[in-house]
């Protein structure tokens, strides 16, 4: 049985072509987000920013047919919470030599968010952060060597469908330089190391992971995810390092040959109501909880707190055999002893210096990928 992926990062910025009121044969996925009753052949319409369905007479709308772009009165108040970028006035001095600069000579540095002169800002190529930025980093962090204990000695050769320890890095300098890789690429984007997820905007409780049909993680596999997550919990990935390019920004690549069925990370970072974030410009927003309903589901997103998984690439979905040529990890949500958990693994033998790849598209909500490399 072909194993199928059950989450991806989600994309809210799509349009329906049509949003009038429909009659539906009774499905009991579909249940009013107002009046929380079943929709069984009454007309109900979709909000077009949170996709919650409404039955006709619960949208207080007069009208027979609805505008395309119907939004909830929930997500007309949520909307003036959210500043527009538009209005945001931005320093045009470089903060180097106090000129102005110009919109064809600019960088911004991701870091302070302060503007340069090209000449001024330093080698983009090598590091997205300014000079000051680069020479106020944090002192250098020794990897925990009893942590590259707990993982494999050699590269596992099976044909089981469990998950795996990845392989312990037996170069000291080459582990270090993966450990060192995640801390600066967290450091430039003013994030916080953290390997769990963090409920600080939602109650813990929220996320049931009985409350979706998810696979539950047990046995062996159950075994093997704490085992590694001890590890990962220091801030080390294995054989995993991540580097910087001008195309792509941050990205991951493997050092060391990784075997099909090998846990890569948890797809962590703050947990919030999709509700709440229908404006959210972040793009790195992951489904963790559907429940059907904006209020109850959950997203995670890697901001102001994440771990490696947030520097993994998507694949270009508008190529061809991209899904086929590219994707060597798969993220599938599972339910971890109650709570709902994103695990991302290797799908296939992974050769050393691949980049890390999965698809954005595996789940239900379609995100826009052609600009990806």
């Not at 990962?232 to 001008?246: A, D, K, Q």
């Not at 997103?301 to 086929?324: D, F, V």
């Amino acid at each position: 049985m072909k194993e199928q992926s059950n989450t991806c990062p989600i994309s809210i910025s799509d349009v329906k072509e049509v949003l009038k009121p429909k009659l539906l044969v009774f499905n009991k996925k579909i249940v009013c987000a107002d009046c929380k009753k079943w929709i069984l052949k009454q007309k109900y319409v979709n909000c077009i920013i949170c996709e919650d369905a409404y039955h006709f007479n619960c949208t207080s709308q007069k009208q027979k047919v609805l505008s395309k772009d119907w939004t909830c009165l929930r997500c007309i108040e949520l909307k003036n919470t959210f500043p527009d970028t538009n209005d945001v006035e931005i320093d045009s001095i470089c903060q180097k030599c106090s000129k102005e600069v110009n919109t064809q000579d600019q960088e911004l540095c991701s870091k302070c968010s302060k503007i340069f002169h090209k000449k001024c800002y330093g080698s983009k190529t090598i590091s997205p952060i300014c000079n000051f930025c680069y020479q106020q980093k944090p002192p250098k962090i020794m990897v925990n060597n009893k942590m590259n204990q707990l993982l494999n000695l050699s590269i596992p050769i099976t044909c089981s469908n469990q998950f795996i320890l990845p392989c312990c890095v037996y170069d000291d300098k080459l582990r270090q330089n993966c450990f060192q890789s995640l801390q600066y690429a967290l450091y430039c984007q003013n994030i916080n190391f953290n390997d769990d997820l963090v409920y600080q905007s939602v109650k813990k409780e929220l996320n049931n992971g009985y409350s979706e049909k998810l696979d539950p993680l047990i046995g062996k596999d159950l075994r093997a995810f704490k085992q590694y997550k001890q590890v990962t919990r220091s801030g080390f990935y294995g054989p995993l390092i991540v580097e910087y390019n001008l195309d792509q920004g941050f990205y991951v690549k493997s050092v060391q040959p990784i075997a099909y069925k090998t846990l890569i990370c948890e797809y962590v970072g703050d947990v919030f109501r999709f509700a709440d974030q229908v404006y959210s410009t972040s793009d790195s927003m992951m489904s963790l909880l559907e429940t059907g309903f904006a209020a109850t589901s959950l997203v995670i997103i890697p901001e102001k707190n994440g771990n490696i998984a947030k520097y993994l690439s998507g694949i270009n979905n508008s190529k061809k055999n991209s899904k086929k040529i590219q994707q060597n990890v798969k993220s599938r949500r599972y339910n971890v002893e109650g709570e709902s958990r994103v695990i991302l693994y290797a799908c296939r033998d992974i050769k050393s210096g691949e980049i890390l790849y999965y698809d954005y598209n595996e789940g239900e909500f379609k995100y826009n990928t052609n600009y990806f490399v």
